[in-house]
């Protein structure tokens, strides 16, 4: 299927403003990372615990920060939900600051003072162990597979959406099978309901930080050098150091994008930068697979115009390909959730990227080289040419 049929636009003509478009573009990158001391890195590479909570009403941001110390504190676009992070220097700290948090959460948005046990934030081991006890006096004769059971039919209940991990009564788990008005009245008596629940917790070591971030760099390194080589091998070795470049250019704008938007590079951003050096380096080649054949076949064109033309033929494929991966990764931008927002940024700033390094970076390193070359081989050959003239 052809979008584009015969024509014959000229892309290099046109390549100026792109070029100084990503001078610009990679200037003010490298700018931000100097000026911030390099990427903001996410708990993945500079280790640490991030916490994800979930209020029953509006994050109370302010307060969490003052209750919680130096922490970071973001909204998410989850409903009601904010991410606390902290960075960590000892490995040996981990669980004692990840419990340090949740006690100080209990003790600013929960009744640790009553004495009972927080039900939106109990385990099912807690609740039962909890329950034991006042459902003997109570009467109730549950065995303690029987309670087990109970203790996990309350807490799936209790975890399932709309809910998801908050209950605002204890009267909405009157509907779950085993839960007698006896034993909803000791959960009443045994339970509150805090206003906030712990959704999820990351805690990654700062050595395993720092070793995660050591190998995504040399991944990357590795990625380039074997594309260079391949490329090298099956065209020419001036190809392949424009489609490294273009690549590596791709990589620098996207990081430089997230540097000024202040956003972290977590492991799924390195996973999306990876996509992006095989998606941006596979649409350089194709554009350069082409140039091949058409130089076979019009030895007597310019390499300038043989390099037009490539792109004009190649230009359905490439506008296709990337316009169609581009709305998918943009629909995941707008709508994949906080867990996907920055592998989807990375994607769509990449793509958007490579698409016009492939035409306006890479195939004018191409011709810039071929010119340079032609220049110096006329200069030598005009050289010995001149000392002939003056002998005769």
């Not at 070591?205 to 990357?220: I, W």
Request: aromatic share 8%; hydrophobic share 45%.
């Amino acid at each position: 299927m052809e979008l584009f049929k015969n024509t014959n636009f000229d892309f290099l003509g046109k390549k100026w403003p792109f070029i100084i478009a990503s001078l610009a573009l990679t200037v003010v990158g490298i700018g931000s990372l100097a000026v911030k001391g390099g990427p903001k890195y996410g708990i993945d590479f500079r280790g640490g615990a991030v916490m994800y909570v979930k209020f029953a009403g509006k994050p109370p941001v302010d307060q969490i920060r003052r209750s919680l110390g130096e922490v970071s504190v973001q909204e998410m676009t989850t409903e009601n939900e904010v991410m606390i992070g902290t960075e960590l220097k000892d490995e040996k700290t981990l669980d004692a600051e990840r419990r340090q948090m949740a006690d100080k959460l209990a003790a600013t948005f929960g009744q640790p003072s009553s004495g009972k046990l927080d039900f939106n934030n109990s385990s099912v081991q807690a609740l039962t162990d909890r329950l034991r006890e006042p459902l003997q006096k109570a009467g109730a004769q549950l065995t303690d597979q029987q309670l087990k059971e109970l203790g996990g039919a309350v807490l799936d209940f209790r975890n399932t959406p709309p809910r998801s991990g908050l209950l605002s009564s204890f009267d909405q788990l009157s509907g779950v099978p085993g839960v007698t008005p006896v034993v909803l009245n000791i959960l009443k008596q045994e339970c509150y309901l805090s206003s906030f629940v712990i959704r999820q917790v990351e805690v990654v070591g700062p050595k395993v930080g720092g070793d995660l971030r050591r190998q995504a760099v040399l991944v990357t390194l590795a990625a380039l050098g074997g594309m260079l080589i391949y490329i090298a091998f099956r065209f020419e070795w001036i190809y392949g150091v424009a489609a490294v470049i273009a690549v590596f250019h791709d990589t620098v704008i996207t990081i430089g994008v997230f540097s000024v938007l202040d956003k972290e590079i977590s492991l799924n951003v390195v996973a999306a930068l990876l996509t992006l050096v095989g998606y941006s380096m596979n649409d350089t080649i194709v554009i350069f697979d082409r140039i091949r054949e058409n130089v076979k076949l019009s030895r007597r064109e310019t390499l300038e115009t043989l390099i037009n033309k490539s792109i004009n033929q190649t230009l359905s494929r490439t506008v296709m390909t990337s316009g169609l991966t581009f709305l998918t990764v943009l629909a995941l931008f707008l709508y994949g959730g906080p867990v996907l927002h920055t592998f989807s940024l990375a994607l769509v700033v990449g793509i958007l990227i490579g698409t016009y390094s492939s035409v306006f970076v890479a195939s004018p390193i191409v011709v810039f080289w071929h010119n340079y070359t032609e220049s110096k081989r006329r200069t030598a050959g005009a050289v010995p040419a001149k000392q002939a003239a003056r002998r005769g």
